[in-house]
């Protein structure tokens, strides 16, 4: 006797239009993703008020596998004057389970909102004893070109206690050596493709 049910159901397609919530994160996952590759220009995106509680949301999702998504997020909040949405991210920044990316994301968020305010968070997130934070901050203090943010940066890696991190510092602005030349791709009989 022949089975001629399949093993399994026929796909189905399902109507977003009833789950606004749904579909209102779906939207905001490819927004939030364009522009993102390489070889192309970043995109200044603008969100609407609607869509603020769902990046806040994206933004504090630890567990979710994409943390690209979630620094675009950040910085999308960051694009908002608001005293909640610097609260949000000042909680994500000071929180010390979050990922290294994540607290760096949340604080250049709060430079950029406010300079004075964001100074200060730099300082305090550099004086907390994390060295790969630190390190992230004083990357972005030289990047800022702001002569506050220089010499910020020229204290904190002036003391003694920091030697570790101007030393990563140092290595990490010197350049590589020989930059290799990529071989051409080849077959199994030698010849080139």
């Known amino acids: 006797m022949e ?3 399949l093993p399994t159901r026929p796909s189905r397609l399902v109507n977003l239009d009833q789950l606004a919530a749904i579909k209102l994160r779906m939207e905001l996952n490819q927004k939030l993703m364009a522009g993102t590759c390489a070889f192309a220009k970043p995109l200044e995106l603008a969100f609407r008020e609607a869509e603020l509680p769902v990046l806040k949301v994206m933004a504090s999702e630890r567990f979710s596998v ?3 998504r979630r620094k675009r997020a ?3 909040l960051g694009q908002q004057k608001s005293v ?17 990316s994540v607290r760096t994301e949340a604080l250049q968020a709060i430079h950029r909102m406010s300079p004075r305010l964001g100074r200060v968070m730099l300082e305090k ?12 901050i004083v990357r972005y203090l030289y990047q800022t070109g702001e002569p506050e943010g220089r010499q910020l940066a020229d204290r904190f890696l002036a003391l003694r206690k920091n030697e570790r991190i101007r030393q990563a510092w140092e290595q990490s602005q010197k350049p590589s050596g020989r930059q290799a030349v990529p071989q051409p791709d080849r077959n199994l009989n030698g010849r080139l493709h």
């Open 3 to 5: 089975n001629t049910k």
């Open 66 to 68: 994409n943390t690209l």
């Open 74 to 76: 950040i910085a999308a």
């Open 84 to 100: 909640e949405t610097v609260d949000d991210l000042v909680q994500l920044a000071e929180t010390d389970h979050e990922e290294i």
């Open 125 to 136: 997130q550099l004086n907390a004893g994390v060295p790969e934070l630190a390190l992230s």
